[in-house]
T-cell receptor, first 114, second 113 residues
Framework: EAGVTQFPSHSVIEKGQTVTLRCDPI?????LYWYRRVMGKEIKFLLH????????ESGMPNNRFLAERTGGTYSTLKVQPAELEDSGVYFC????????????FGPGTRLTVL | QKEVEQNSGPLSVPEGAIASLNCTYS??????FFWYRQYSGKSPELIMF????GDKEDGRFTAQLNKASQYVSLLIRDSQPSDSATYLC?????????????FGRGTSLIVHP
């Protein structure tokens, strides 16, 4: 069974540019989560999808971040325009309905904003 | 603000010893407690979860939870060099259908031969 995949693995962009991160959850996992880890800090929750619906987006830092999950499969996280403080590792995780505790993490996307 | 505190380490133990990792949390309403292992440059991997006070054992790993004192610990018996990694403590409570963990910054464990 394939795990959670994320693309790209690394992205280097300039301040003001747009970047879109993609996450493919484990097949059949309706829960999808986005997290971010800024260097030296803890992993922080961004938002949670159940299928295509946003269940909780309380962790989204501001309106420069837009997450979508069309069709309840893969998800994208767009940052527009990117700022220096957006640099970090963005993790995606997925879990089955009924076992929300058991989240499987993807390898992460390392975003560097110059 | 919910907080999870861990000693950043590194915690260095010899091969074969018991490694003890500790974590404290601020939210008394927390319901679920997790330990993740993260190798450098890799994704966090769930290794243990515990819901009730007391001990939970899985192979060489034992998670211990004390809700009154608001701490959770992870013991690794017969530590191996392959256990060298960062161990993340996470604490969650259910809110409106979401089960969102709050993570600590992690403790770096080094097991030397």
């Amino acid at each position: 069974e394939a795990g959670v995949t994320q693309f790209p693995s690394h992205s280097v962009i300039e301040k003001g540019q747009t970047v879109t991160l993609r996450c493919d959850p484990i097949s059949g996992h309706d829960n999808l989560y986005w997290y971010r880890r800024v260097m030296g800090k803890e992993i922080k929750f961004l938002l949670h999808f159940v299928k295509e619906s946003k269940q909780d987006e309380s962790g989204m830092p501001n309106n420069r971040f837009l997450a979508e999950r069309t069709g309840g499969t893969y998800s994208t996280l767009k940052v527009q325009p990117a700022e220096l403080e957006d640099s970090g590792v963005y993790f995606c995780a997925s879990s089955q309905i009924g076992t929300p505790d058991t989240q499987y993490f993807g390898p992460g996307t390392r975003l560097t904003v110059l | 603000q919910k907080e999870v505190e861990q000693n950043s380490g590194p915690l260095s133990v010899p091969e074969g010893a018991i490694a003890s990792l500790n974590c404290t949390y601020s939210d008394r309403g927390s319901q679920s407690f997790f330990w993740y292992r993260q190798y450098s440059g890799k994704s966090p991997e769930l290794i243990m979860f515990i819901y009730s006070n007391g001990d939970k054992e899985d192979g060489r790993f034992t998670a211990q939870l004390n809700k009154a004192s608001q701490y959770v610990s992870l013991l690794i018996r017969d530590s191996q060099p392959s256990d060298s990694a960062t161990y993340l403590c996470a604490v969650a409570s259910q809110s409106g259908g979401s089960y969102i963990p709050t993570f600590g910054r992690g403790t770096s464990l080094i097991v030397h031969p």
